[in-house]
């Protein structure tokens, strides 16, 4: 019998436990699981070894767990209205890999949404694989508006052919044009994938455009707007025959997702964690209630108001406004850098993350944005008025960041708040 009692770790997770309770979380990667979804994450699945796919396993005794993660798959077909998923990733960065991996040789082209801009690091950044063993191009924004100007992500992909071209982002909060983009890959012969993994759950309700009809291949993380457990998925629609004309040992050409299944396993991962799959599985299952239909409409209607209240307020949002769930502000106008805003916020428990800005000038560690999002505090039951009072509250704080009596009592008073909020509904 094990007679150890690791207090020293269940001490810490009690303090995190309380930090979220207490504070207002604005970073908009994070939000609040379900208890339930939480329970199968902790769930006795852990100790089960699945290398395989359902009913195709390398390991006996996977009986329950097949049927586990193929609801995981049915649930998640579902919701998007899909053919075909793969719900083992680890995460979203992930999934993006086992993409590179089916489509992409060491050295091919792809043309990824600029990091500095509001990209993601595995689409293309140098720091990442995605950017080490293949060619990085990249698009941005326009610096007067803010905004993806298409004729230029034209001209980039007719100049220079990539043989994928990535959408999505992690910190750009407008709509992406799918079908335009489509036609740019068609025009230079390449694969197209769509990384939803901010505004999927606002996807999957319809209150953004939809991207199966153009990609061909969609990834996405199961956290964030899904509010599932950290994980990541791959999607298709519609099956199609690859374009590189690999077959089977029989002669048989391959489909795109054949290549996906293998380059998730035994490609790029080992045995898929069985426990998070069935966390993915209920949150899935959540977001095909209508309770997470009202939720996800409510998440960008707090976003809106949110990213007009800082405008109201003289920030500088980039793009103007929003139309998923965060906004980007750049603080340079108001003299202040997104490390100073971190931190200062930190003490009045208000987390948010400083994030890069298009054009920035500051360093990568210190940068001159922040990043906002509405998906979490949604979560704990906050509409468009308690969003007005969050940004006067953040508003505060940054208008007298070194200010230790002002920011004790603005985090008294976000304490005191939000007793009324539970984590758990």
Not at 232 to 239: L, S
Not at 241 to 269: C, W, Y
Request: charged residues 25%; glycine residues 8%; aromatic residues 8%.
């Amino acid at each position: 019998m094990n007679n150890f009692a690791d207090t020293r770790i269940f001490d810490l997770i009690q303090k995190e436990h309380e930090r979220q309770l207490h504070g207002i979380e604005l970073i908009a990667s994070e939000n609040f699981v379900s208890e339930q979804v939480m329970a199968a994450a902790g769930s006795v699945l852990t100790n089960k070894y699945a290398e395989g796919l359902p009913g195709k396993r390398y390991y006996g005794g996977c009986e329950v767990v097949d049927e586990v993660e193929q609801i995981a798959i049915d649930r998640l077909k579902e919701l998007f209205n899909v053919g075909w998923a793969n719900v083992q990733p680890h995460s979203g960065a992930q999934a993006n890999t086992a993409v590179f991996l089916a489509c992409l040789n060491p050295g091919d082209k792809i043309l990824g949404f600029n990091l500095a801009h509001g990209g993601h690091l595995t689409h293309g950044s140098p720091v990442n694989i995605s950017g080490k063993y293949f060619q990085p191009l990249f698009y941005g924004v326009e610096e007067a508006t803010g905004l993806i100007n298409w004729d230029k992500v034209e001209q980039t992909a007719l100049a220079e052919r990539p043989k994928l071209i990535i959408c999505g982002a992690s910190a750009y909060s407008r709509d992406w044009d799918y079908e335009r983009l489509r036609n740019i890959a068609d025009k230079v012969g390449a694969l197209l994938l769509a990384d939803i993994s901010h505004p999927a759950g606002l996807i999957a309700k319809g209150l953004l455009n939809d991207p199966f009809d153009h990609c061909h291949i969609v990834t996405t993380t199961t956290h964030k707007t899904l509010r599932g457990t950290r994980g990541g998925v791959i999607m298709v629609r519609n099956d199609f025959e690859n374009p590189f004309g690999i077959t089977t040992a029989k002669g048989k050409v391959r489909t795109m997702t054949s290549l996906l299944d293998s380059a998730v396993f035994p490609g790029i991962q080992g045995g898929p964690l069985e426990h998070i799959i069935a966390a993915k599985a209920v949150a899935f299952g959540e977001a095909l209630t209508d309770n997470y239909t009202a939720y996800v409409k409510q998440v960008k209607k707090n976003a809106k108001i949110m990213a007009d209240t800082f405008v109201e307020k003289g920030y500088k949002v980039i793009s103007g406004g929003t139309d998923n769930h965060l906004a980007l502000i750049d603080l340079r106008p108001k003299g202040l850098n997104g490390k100073l805003a971190e931190n200062a916020l930190i003490k009045a428990d208000i987390t948010v993350n400083k994030n890069m800005v298009p054009f920035d000038d500051a360093p990568a560690m210190t940068t001159s944005g922040i990043r906002v999002g509405a998906a979490a505090m949604t979560t704990r039951g906050l509409e468009e008025k308690d969003f007005v009072r969050i940004v006067e509250l953040v508003d505060r704080v940054l208008m007298n960041h070194d200010n230790e009596k002002v920011l004790n009592t603005t985090k008294a008073e976000v304490n005191e708040w939000m007793k009324w909020f539970p984590l758990f509904k």
